[in-house]
């Protein structure tokens, strides 16, 4: 059933955003590439799984989106900060982070392969169009939207949006008219971190936590923002769409070339706009 | 001629007898030093001198690992050179390959491409099990040279010293410096008319064929190849040589090599958590010995 997979797709394009959109809040900003990230997502995704058994999903996935979005500040104050600028280190010191995640989380969960249950209120299937199609999943594209179009708005409506999109151009001039940049950058790596976060406690449903998502889903948010361009909200969106149906319609069509797909979309786009669809190089 | 000569005359005078020396054990120990040393040489060429952090890397590690692994296994080649040959040219063609995608991108663009391309070659190795036995790998993998233990080793050495001397040429030659030209200012370099894309392909594919020479030799010594040569974990490896040991020296990868694999291996015995100690050592290196220890000692030498 073409449309159900197409649901998929979008499905899958809604948590891949909530991830391109958290790499953005790093990058965009800070210049930050979090190789991190998708770290972020297995933890939260364990957390989440591990807690809806005892004490319910949704305290499960507030509990992994916090934890997350505090280890991200404490990784940031700790550790970020003060490389502040320095890309390449801070790309290698988040690449060593993928090291010690990996060994704690295997370390708490022993290698388990986990999914958390879905809550009972969502837990059911709504009929439409000649299909039926599970609440949980629709839920998820509306609650993205919702937070794309958010952010959207706060970037380019918002007196928050024009600062931090001033702060991107030219740091500098911002601090020189008096606004303090420090806790904007805190929050919008907390912000970032807790994205991730949302990402794997809802992701990890239907994709599971396990040793091994973290690099799969930071590879796939990498190919995003390489062919959205680094620089750019829109492009994460554009780009989340088109790797989360190139990844899912190719599983469901071509299954014996499911990572052919979306390698021949980022070689499309390299090959045509190696700056990414809608990218600046900042 | 390069400095410091006697000393490495010293180390390789010593590298001949630790076979003699050491025990089975501790030499095989040397053995996956040297291997490592080269890919860490190999990745060196790439960041150290042409300025260019590509996780691709591993491809050409991986590549010709799983060609000895294929071809061995299927029983299509048994001749040493045949094999030495084709894992040579796997790996140097996919690099070519991968190569040009990569370098449509520059700066963190082409670092996040070449994980992508890494990735998905992993990921492909994984799907493709009629080939490549998927997560289990290929194992069982025999030399077709009966040379037994020692002469292993002695093979590795050459390669080693081979590899060596390559990176001993690239530093004072012409193509090294305009390499590390590009590194300090690339568009400099193509102010002063040189074809940077061609120099930076180049250097990818020489860093691949020490790469692949260093995957052809381990597949062997380990008897195995899985998705693992094609992964995060290998490059990671490899990439903290480089930085523990130094950037852009000649012995700091091998020295970095020395390090970790000794580390690794005494480690293994108290604890699991190798993983963990790696990734705090990254940390620890990135943030407050960005430089490695040949380039503090060589300054400190220096005053």
Redesign the interface.
Known sequence: MFLVQLLNGITWSAILFLMASGFYMLFGLMRIINMAHGSFYMFAGYITAALTLTVGFWIGLLVGVVSIAIIGVLIYVGLLKSLHKQDLKQLLLTFGLIYVFLDITQWLWHGQVLFPFKPDILDGSARFLGIIYPIYQLIIIAIVIIIGAALWLIQDKTKLGAIIRAGVDDEEMVRGLGINLAPIFLGAFALGAALAGFAGGMGAVFTGAYLGIDTEILTLGLIIVVIGGLGSLQGAMLGSLLIGLADTLGKAYLPDFASFTIFTVMVLVLVFRPSGLLGKQT | MVRNFKAYLCLLAFLICVPVIFSPYYTSLVVKIMIFGIFAMSLDILLGYTGL?SFGHIIGWGIASYAVGILTSQGIVSNFFVLLLIALFAGIAFNAVVAV?AL??S???F???T??LA??AR??AV?WHSITGGVDGISGITLPLEIGETGFYYLTFIFFVICLCLICWLVDSRFGRVLMGIRENEPRMQALGYDTWLFKYIAILFAGFMASMAGFLFCLFNRYVGPGDL??GLS?EA??MV?IGGMGTIIGPFIGSVILVVLKNALSMYTT????I??????FC??FF?EGLVTILKKKISR
């Open positions: 952090l995608l449509r991108t700066g963190l663009y670092v996040l491409v994980l992508a990735e998905i990921c492909v799907k992964g995060f990671g990439l903290l930085l958590h190798w993983m963990l790696l990734g705090i050592l990254f940390v990135v943030k960005p």
